[in-house]
């Protein structure tokens, strides 16, 4: 464990929100019991629930260019960078597979992909091009992948259906992953991924997105310039994010289609400009103070949000396997009697699940909290 250095708050707090966002969608009380933008979209379309991967990649190609871009344009060895940053992947990769194993560890139908497997993946892909290739070849490689990605999409034909058909289990993806990851997909499909390797490739280009807005902070514009241009970025990506959904592919988080790459790199842009303008642009010393002291429990959160993210995936999982005796005979699970309580509140189903979530959400700070205090940064 170790101090971290100096950072942005701002990138601190967009982190603590995503990962707050990320607890709460994924620990409701009653999974059948959800407020609509508390869930992904059933398919096409998208909701609240939908931004948060997206912001993670966002954010990691952001912290890229800050740290890995920088060191490189400043002389460092380039190879050692690319060796460091695959250790990490491969750690980041390693974790993810870790909990999709747990706790039954069945090698022969565990779930190979993941959120934090992809996290991995586009970390991987992105190092070399953050630090051997410029910002024109950057956009250019950016161009390429979600050209390719379009072309295979829309014109393989897909054997047995044909091309072009952007249904659950029957796009160019989904092929892909049956082909080599027959057996060890997402089980509530079994013949698709929603963090498939076909996928990957628009996912990298929302961190290469981020990459790019790093580079522009380091660029020699003031702050407050650098905070217009990127919220006209914003707006930009979020009007081709809609164009693109209406001439080329549909939003789609689990196919992560051109149009949703550009709609939700659109919305971090957003986001991120409003946080960089409070915490690190903002003129206004009162104000600048107050809203350092509103969004510090996203900064706690943001400062540990690798270990958050894992931490509270496994004891999510726990709560699911820990089963307790009943006095009839039966068991339940540890989760299923932590919500009882809450679930009997008179406030309706939705509300205690999401109440819950809260909860839980609140427990998970407390944790970064104390890690804080401590000064314990785990870094992967």
Sequence with gaps: MTTPASRLSSLDAFRGFTIAAMVLVNNPGDWNNLYSQLAHAKWHGWTFTDTIFPFFLFIGGVSMA?????????????PRLLAKLAKRAALIFLIGFLLNLIPYF???KVRIPGVLQRIALCTLLAAPIVVYCGWRLQLAIIAALLTVYSAFMLFYPVPGIGAGVLEPGKDFGAYIDRMLLDGHMWVQSKTWDPEGLFSTLPALCSQLFGVLAGRFLLSGLTRIEQTVWLLLAGLLFLWLGVILDAILMPINKSLWTPSYCFLMTGWALLIFSAFFWLLDVNPYGAVRAAAARWTRPFQIYGMNALFIFAFSGLVAKMFGYIKL???DGGTVSLGRTLY??????????VNTSVLYALLFNAAMFLLAWGMWRKRWFVKV
């Excluded at 490189?72 to 060895?77: C, P």
């Excluded at 009882?340 to 189903?349: K, S, T």
């Design 66 to 78: 800050l740290s890995l871009g920088r060191l490189a344009a400043e002389g460092a060895d380039k």
């Design 106 to 108: 069945n090698f022969d």
């Design 325 to 327: 005796a009943q006095p």
């Design 340 to 349: 009882a309580p809450v679930r009997d509140l008179p406030i309706g189903a």
